[in-house]
Every structure is written in C-alpha cells, then in structure tokens.
C-alpha cells in the first residue's frame, strides 16, 4: 500500500541551527511534492514545491530536495528561529490533477 | 474573500445527529476539497469537487458523509447519524484551476465534537 512517512517525534533544535526534516514514501511515483506549515488550531499552510525531475529548490531561508530514488525528500531551514516552531506537512500527487496525500507531519521546536 | 472560510469553526453535537459544514473557496479557485485532521494525525482526504466535473468521492469514509458544492462556488459537507469518531477537524481547501501543483488554500477548519 501507498505510504508517506515522516518522523512523528518532534525535532528540537537550537535557534540559529538548521533544522532537516525527512519525508519517505513507498509505492509512489508522485509528479511533485509539496511542503506545509501548520500551527496549532490553525489549517496547513503551503511553502514550497518540488517536482519529480527537479533536484534542489529554495526559496529565502527554506531548501527542499527530492531523490525519487530513494524515494525521499529532505526539508532544510536554515538559521532557524523561534518563530519557525511548527509542525511541517509533506504531500504528494501523481499528477496536477489529483488531490494530494499528507504525511503525518512532524512537530519541529526552536529553541532560542 | 481574501481567503478560505469555513464555518462554524467549532461544533459541538451529540451522537446521532446531522451536522453541516460548511467552505467559502477563493474566488476563483475552481478546485476544492475536504480533509479531515483527527488529534495528532495527518490529513485524511474526503471528497475533490473541480468544476462541473463529477467529484472525487473517493475518501469519504461511509455513506453517512456527503458533500455538495452549489454554483460552483460555497461547498457544504453533510455528516449524518454523527458517531464518536467522527470528532476532528474538518479542513477545506482550495486551488486555482485545480492544479495543486501551485499549492492549496487552507480555511482554518471546522472542529467538531461528538459526544
């Protein structure tokens, strides 16, 4: 079955640090792969997009990569802050026209 | 509006009752769709409405659930006879075009409580 794997446990890191958040999926070929912020009580918020043949994408303090062979992608915020403390989606799709799979999420905290 | 509505933003009824949620969409954004959030869990996928076309209902989890979407616009998800694990938060979402490869618009969600 399709999966969409992402550490459950929170990440703690010290502010200034960068913070990496995985994301594994399994008996997937998506077409492209998206990042979410989500805070408490609040709907997800869309970040970034990568897509199946792009290596590498950024955008200010945000890097994201994605190895369809390892079937992975890697979430990168770099000089962290408090204010990034979160819980972080990742979601997939086959194609522009389907509706995305979400990940669990993983709750990142910053610590100043 | 300036972003996705939804309404109420917290419902709380008792088992065996109907209940209507409901999603104001960008203007705009052909696409929407229904999640539901239960405590700690990822996003589960409901029902797709893109345009005329029929929706995707592919993620409703009984037939207790149904959802409408009326001039293309305002989206109302239906529960019916409401049962204990039904309590979650309900997110509703749209995109432009219903090409999510440019992301989806979050309303703040309904959190509904069933007891």
């Known amino acids: 079955s399709q999966k969409i794997e992402q550490n459950s446990e929170a990440l703690n890191i010290q502010e200034g640090k960068t913070a990496t958040l995985t994301c594994n999926y399994t008996?997937?070929?998506?077409?492209?792969l998206q990042w979410y912020r989500q805070d408490p009580g609040r709907g997800p918020v869309f970040l970034l997009l990568?897509?199946?043949?792009?290596k590498e994408k950024r955008k200010e303090r945000l890097k994201v990569t994605f190895d369809t062979t390892l079937k992975q992608s890697l979430f990168h915020i770099t000089a962290s802050q408090p204010a990034d403390s979160a819980t972080y989606l990742c979601?997939?799709?086959?194609?522009?026209?389907?509706?995305?799979?979400f990940g669990g999420g993983t709750r990142l905290m910053v610590k100043p | 509006g300036a972003g996705v509505s939804q309404s109420p933003s917290n419902k709380v009824t008792e088992k065996g009752k109907d209940v209507e949620l409901r999603c104001d969409p960008i203007?705009?954004?052909?696409?929407l769709y229904w999640y539901r959030q239960s405590l700690g869990q990822g996003l589960e996928f409901l029902i797709y409405?893109?345009?005329?076309?029929?929706?995707?209902k592919s993620g409703l989890p009984s037939d207790r659930f149904s959802a409408e979407r009326t001039g293309g616009s305002v989206s109302t998800l239906t529960i019916q006879r409401t049962q204990q694990e039904d309590s979650a938060v309900y997110l509703c979402?749209?995109?432009?075009?219903?090409?999510?490869?440019?992301?989806?618009?979050f309303g703040s969600g309904t959190r509904l409580t069933v007891v």
């Open positions: 979601a997939l799709a086959h194609n522009a026209g389907n509706m995305l799979t």
């Open positions: 990568i897509r199946e043949n792009e």
């Open positions: 203007s705009g954004h052909t696409a």
């Open positions: 008996n997937y070929s998506p077409a492209y």
């Open positions: 979402a749209s995109s432009r075009h219903g090409q999510g490869a440019n992301g989806y618009t």
């Open positions: 409405f893109q345009g005329n076309s029929a929706p995707d």
